[in-house]
């Protein structure tokens, strides 16, 4: 167990529709970043949160959006959802910003299914 | 912008035996760190091993150890007395270590390791 969590575990949806994607980080860590697995992608780096501020943003659509709260919990909202958004969307966490020390923990990922 | 390679798509190995999982990348800096994660049928993303560019000394963690060559930009995984529980696919991450620049993994495609008995 990496210490971070993320709810839910598993979304089924349809085209068109709104979902948000829910990150808890592990204790201490200030970093939350956003990562999107698909076969066709392979792992693609979205977004990165530190200490409530965006600090880098990937290949992130436009319909794509984050946060992060005061309890250093993320939210990625994906809107407008097409049948290519399915895929396992990581949320990762680490203890500051990117700095030479640093290493990114996993969690379990939400499995996103569009139908 | 830096890219990583993994050009292994499948790998098999017998269980107790040695496997090498291959990578390499291509990047401009100077400074910057790789990892090897793996990623189980769970589709857990576990850190195996971490290298830091700046040392020369290759890293070992227990049955993990990489080979490290900065010059030809390779950073390989061996995988010794291998184990049921090693199948997995594998995958070769980079980060670059600029001040203020950002923190995000670069991953290779992913290497999948079969065990077999």
């Known amino acids: 167990d990496s210490g971070v969590t993320q709810t839910p575990k598993h979304l089924i949806t349809a085209t068109g529709q709104r979902v948000t994607l829910r990150c808890s980080p592990r204790?201490?860590?200030?970093?939350v970043y956003w990562y999107q697995q698909s076969l066709d992608q392979g792992l693609q780096f979205l977004i990165q949160?530190?200490?409530?501020?965006?600090?880098a943003k990937g290949n992130i659509l436009e319909r794509f959006s984050a946060q992060q709260f005061p309890d250093l919990h993320s939210e990625l909202n994906l809107s407008s959802l097409e049948l290519g958004d399915s895929a396992l969307y990581f949320c990762?966490?680490?203890?500051?910003?990117?700095?030479?020390?640093?290493?990114?923990?996993f969690g379990p990922g939400t499995r996103l299914t569009v139908l | 912008a830096q890219t990583v390679t993994q050009s292994q798509p499948e790998m098999s190995v017998q269980e107790a035996e040695t496997v090498t999982l291959s990578c390499t990348y291509d990047?401009?800096?100077?400074?910057?760190?790789l990892f090897w994660y793996k990623q189980p049928p769970s589709r857990q993303m576990i850190l195996v091993i971490r290298?830091?560019?700046?040392?020369?000394q290759n890293a070992t963690e227990n049955r993990f150890s990489v080979n490290f060559q900065k010059a030809a930009k390779s950073f390989s995984l061996k995988i010794s007395d291998s184990q049921l529980g090693d199948a997995a696919m594998y995958f070769c991450?980079?980060?670059?270590?600029?001040?203020?620049?950002?923190?995000?993994?670069?991953f290779g495609k992913g290497t999948k390791l079969s065990v077999k008995p």
């Open positions: 990762a966490s680490s203890e500051t910003s990117g700095e030479s020390t640093d290493t990114q923990y």
């Open positions: 204790s201490g860590d200030l970093s």
């Open positions: 949160y530190y200490n409530g501020e965006e600090r």
């Open positions: 990047t401009s800096e100077s400074d910057y760190y």
């Open positions: 290298q830091e560019a700046y040392k020369q």
């Open positions: 991450a980079y980060r670059s270590d600029y001040g203020g620049s950002q923190g995000n993994l670069i």
